[in-house]
Structures are given as C-alpha cells and as structure tokens.
C-alpha cells in the first residue's frame, strides 16, 4: 500500500513546546502534503512538499522530506492550544499525482 | 471565495437505503475526490472524477458510486447501505499539482 502512517499515534504536550510528528511510506511519490482535521471536521491543507524540496517552512510549521528514507517530519514551533488537533500525512499515487492516501493520523494534545 | 461546499451536513438513514451526497467544488478547481473516513481512522479514497469521468476508484464496491456535471459538482450515491458505511464523507476538490481543499464533511449514520 502507498499509504503513510504517522507517528506517534498520539502526542500531548505543554503550550509552547515544540510538536514533531513523523510519516513513513512505501513507494516514490511526486508531492508529500500535511493536512490537519479538528474534531471529525474537514481537513485543512498545511503544507505541500515535492520530492525535490528537502525542507518547507509556513509560519510555526517547519516540513521536512527524505526521500531516501521515505519519510517526511511535521514540527509545530511554540505549539498553542488552537494546534490540538490530529495531523495527517498524504502522499500522491506514482500515476496520478491527484490521487492522495492518508495515514491514520497523529492526534495532538496541547495542554495550556 | 467560496470553498468546498457538502450537502447535507449530517444525516441518518435505515440499513438498505439508498443515500446521496453533494459537492461543490472550489472555484476554479475542476477535480473533486470523495472520500470516506471511518471514526478514529484517516480518510480512504473512494474514487476522484475528471471531465465528468470517473478517473480512478479506490478499494470500494458498486454500491458506491458517483458523478460529475459541467460545472464540476459532484454527487457521491451509495445503494443498500450497511451498517459500516457509517462515516465522515469528505469531497475535495483541486487542479493537479496542488493540495486539496476539503469541505466539512457529511456525518453519515446508517441506522
């Protein structure tokens, strides 16, 4: 299966630490992107990296990409309690780059 | 600008029913994908349509099945529902290349 899987499962921290959150997958892929879902909402797109970028930066969020390694790196800087959520890693389908497979997540807590 | 768009937010239906779920994309987009996630799970693909074609389908039966029209809306059916088609229905439109961009879900309970 091409789908990522993100680890740890879950991840509860004190407001202002730092959150990493990791994603393994198994075949090449053209785009690696991080999505976060509030509570059984939408998903909400963060970041996208392509397989020739090693690193991306949006705001307090920092994505890293070894392709190498096949895998990828969320970290979440000076975390707030408005980051709780769980964060998903999806990667692209080697023959349809509009096709994305998400992993089960990483559920994280942010306590203030 | 107006994101994706699902229609209804939430509904329940009885096992063996038929169900139909709607998407409008985001302006400008004109891929949408469907997929379907379980509680405590990541989303499964079901299948993505292109120029009102199903373009590809992910691991789901017949009973699942979909359309697009021209101005790239799209609608998820899913006949004889069973209790495990309970879930979070998401669609989620794009252009290749980029991200997604989901709507909020339909919460489906198959009762």
Known sequence: ?112 | DAGVTQSPTHLIKTRGQQVTLRCSPKSGHDTVSWYQQALGQGPQFIFQYYEEEERQRGNFPDRFSGHQFPNYSSELNVNALLLGDSALYLCASSLVGYGYTFGSGTRLTVV
């Open chain 1, 1 to 112: 299966s091409q789908q990522g899987e993100e680890d740890p499962q879950a991840l509860s921290i004190q407001e202002g630490e730092n959150a990493t959150m990791n994603c393994s997958y198994k075949t090449s892929i053209n785009n690696l992107q991080w999505y976060r879902q509030n509570s059984g909402r939408g998903l909400v797109h963060l970041i996208l990296i392509r397989s020739n970028e090693r690193e991306k930066h949006s705001g307090r969020l920092r994505v890293t990409l070894d392709t190498s390694k096949k895998s990828s790196s969320l970290l979440i800087t000076a975390s707030r309690a408005a980051d709780t959520a769980s964060y998903f890693c999806a990667t692209d389908a080697p023959v349809n780059r509009n096709q994305f497979y998400f992993g089960t997540g990483t559920s994280l807590t942010v306590i203030p």
